[in-house]
C-alpha cells in the first residue's frame, strides 16, 4: 500500500469523505489517505496528526515527496489536538485503532470539534463503546460499511451531529444501519461470532478459575442476539 494504491479499507474510507473536504486525518501513519485523496482532487486541503515521531516524519516525506506541503499540513500532535480554527476541517477520519481508543481521542478532543464535522472512523474492534460514544454526543450514524480485508473484517462508520439520538442495545452491538441491511459478509462475521461466543460459553463452564457472573451473563446475551439475528 502507498499513496498511489490504498489499501481496500482505507478507499472504502477515502469514498465517505465529501468532495472537496477540508479533512484532518488523525493517527495518518504515512499520510496515504489524504495524499492520494489530495492527488486525485478529491479534497480542498488536509491535515495529517500523529502522536508519534516516526510515522509522523514519514508523512511528511510522503507529503514532501508528492510536493503536496501546500495543502497538506502533517502535526506531531495527541489526536484532535493537531486541529487549529484555522484549518476550518468539515470532516475527520479516524481509523485502524480500536474503538475504545477512538472514543477516548474523540472525547478528549471535544475543545477541538466544532459539531459541523463528518466523522468517518473505521474501529479494528470496539464498535459497540464507540457507537455508545456517539449517540450519547448527539452523532447520527449515516452510513455503516462492513468488509474482509487479509481475513480480518473491517467496520467503518460515518456520522455526523444531529442533535439527541436514541439506539437500542442490540443496535449499538450490531450496527443500526447493518441490523437493517444484513450483507452478506455481515452474515458471515456473526455466524463467525456465534461459534467464538459458544466456544467462549463452553470453555468457561469447564474453567477451574471463577469467571465474574457479570462476564458470563454478558457473552450469554450476546450469544442470544447474535442467535437471533441469524434466525
Known amino acids: 500500500m502507498n499513496e498511489h494504491t490504498l489499501s481496500m479499507r482505507l478507499e472504502r474510507v477515502g469514498a465517505n469523505v465529501p468532495t472537496g473536504a477540508r479533512l484532518a486525518d488523525i493517527g495518518s501513519d504515512h499520510g496515504y489517505l ?7 482532487g478529491l479534497i480542498a486541503s488536509a491535515v495529517a496528526g500523529e502522536v508519534a515521531a516516526t510515522p509522523f516524519r514519514a508523512a511528511q516525506r510522503t507529503v514532501r515527496d508528492n510536493g503536496l506541503e ?9 489526536g484532535l489536538a493537531a486541529i487549529e480554527p484555522r484549518d476550518g476541517i468539515t470532516a475527520i477520519s479516524i481509523c485502524g485503532m480500536g474503538g475504545e481508543t477512538i472514543r477516548d481521542i474523540l472525547e478528549n478532543g471535544k475543545p477541538y470539534l466544532s459539531g459541523q464535522e463528518r466523522l468517518i472512523l473505521q474501529p479494528n474492534g470496539g464498535e459497540q463503546p464507540l457507537r455508545q460514544w456517539l449517540m450519547e454526543n448527539g452523532y447520527s450514524i449515516l452510513s455503516e460499511e462492513l468488509l474482509r ?10 456520522a ?6 436514541a439506539y437500542t442495545a442490540e443496535q449499538l452491538y450490531f450496527g443500526p444501519l447493518q441490523m437493517h441491511a444484513r450483507s452478506p459478509v455481515f452474515l458471515a462475521k456473526w455466524q463467525r461470532m456465534l461459534l467464538q461466543k459458544q466456544k467462549t460459553l463452553a470453555s468457561l463452564e469447564h474453567a477451574r478459575q471463577a469467571v465474574p457472573e457479570e462476564t458470563r451473563q454478558e457473552i450469554s446475551q450476546q450469544a ?3 442467535a437471533a439475528l441469524l434466525a
Request: no cysteine.
Open 34 to 40: 489524504p495524499v492520494a485523496l489530495m492527488r486525485r
Open 70 to 78: 501546500q495543502h497538506i499540513t502533517v502535526r506531531l500532535a495527541d
Open 149 to 158: 480485508e487479509n481475513r480480518f473484517y473491517y467496520e467503518i462508520i460515518v
Open 160 to 165: 455526523e451531529r444531529a442533535g439527541p439520538v
Open 224 to 226: 442470544r442476539w447474535i
